[in-house]
């Protein structure tokens, strides 16, 4: 095996330190203002991943200071009763964030039920006018993974001014909110996908890489500049020679780990951000519903 020179981005521990900011940020806010945030996170169906996702984020807003409601729905649930509890989660004041876990059934529109949430509360950064917004330069909900790969990023380089960035993948959830990102701390963006020609020699240009397509090991060594960043978001599920399964992420860590000059492992990296991102969003939306300024 080739040694590893890169150095390991650590995003559990980057997480835990942004979730114990967000509640030093939250009891302020409550002991100020009397405020305690609010999330809601709507389940519907059995999918045991989601359960779990859905489980830990309750825990953590509860540890965060915040408080927290679970709304949970059958998979026969129609689209219609789906939008009722989005209407109804609108409408209460007490109600900060509203997250809508997916994947949904399919006899429900999702992206009918994102554009229903309404957009001060669309914790996840999914809504239209959020992304017209964060495209735009104003002030948005930001959708959790690419923000939490952008703080990564930013604690390890610091200015990203100038540098070059190739982010592979172009989904609505991560690539092209990730792109407006690193357009907005000044970098030269390149959006690379299925139909990207030679996208190694793209990567190869890169100062950084943001794997974010869902193709377990598809980023080689070969396809990284000596000493460049590599941001790995992917969450695959492999069989091993002996049978079990394995978490591995869209990079070959092992070897693109001797030519990188930092990279985030699969688990432990971006994964972590992302709840604790949502629960900064959630913190943010907060405040911004009432006119105020996040406690410093």
């Known amino acids: ?19 114990a900011e967000v509640t030093r940020k939250t009891a302020l806010l409550h002991e100020r203002e009397g ?4 999330l809601a996170v709507v389940l519907v169906g059995e999918d045991p991943a989601s359960e779990v996702y859905v489980r830990n984020k309750g825990k953590m807003t509860i540890e965060a200071g915040m408080n927290s409601w679970q709304h949970r729905l059958p998979d026969t649930a ?10 109804n989660l609108n409408a209460d004041p007490a109600v900060d964030g509203i997250l809508v876990q997916l994947p949904l059934p399919d006899q429900i529109d999702a992206d009918a039920v994102i554009h229903a949430i309404d957009p001060d509360k669309d ?5 239209v006018v959020n992304a017209g917004r964060l495209a735009t330069g104003l002030p948005a909900m930001v959708p959790c993974t690419p923000l939490g790969c952008l703080m990564l990023l930013k604690d390890h380089l610091g200015d990203l001014s100038g540098m070059k960035a190739v982010v592979i993948g172009r989904s609505n959830i991560v690539g092209k909110p990730m792109a ?27 100062d950084i890489i943001i794997a974010a397509v869902g193709r377990p090991r598809m980023v080689k060594a070969d396809w990284v500049k000596p000493g460049a960043v590599v941001i790995d978001v992917g969450i ?12 591995v992420g869209d990079v070959d860590y092992d070897a693109v780990a001797a030519v990188a000059g930092a990279i985030t492992p699969v688990p432990g990296g971006v994964g972590p951000m992302t709840i604790a991102c949502l629960l900064n969003n959630t913190l943010e939306a907060a405040c911004r519903r009432r006119g105020l300024a996040v406690p410093a």
């Not at 405020?35 to 609010?38: D, E, F, R, T």
């Not at 129609?78 to 209407?87: C, S």
């Not at 963006?189 to 020699?201: C, K, Q, Y």
């Open 180 to 206: 407006q990102l690193l357009l907005k701390e000044s970098c030269t963006v390149t959006i690379a996908h299925s139909r990207t020609r030679d996208l190694a020699a793209e990567c190869r240009q890169a």
């Open 35 to 38: 405020i305690a945030p609010g």
């Open 123 to 127: 914790v996840d950064g999914f809504h």
């Open 1 to 19: 095996m080739t040694e590893s020179t890169a150095t390991r981005i650590d995003g559990a521990a980057f997480a835990a330190r942004l979730r």
């Open 236 to 247: 695959n599920r492999v069989r091993m020679a002996d049978g079990k399964l394995k978490l």
């Open 78 to 87: 129609t689209q219609a009763q789906l939008l009722q509890v989005v209407a």
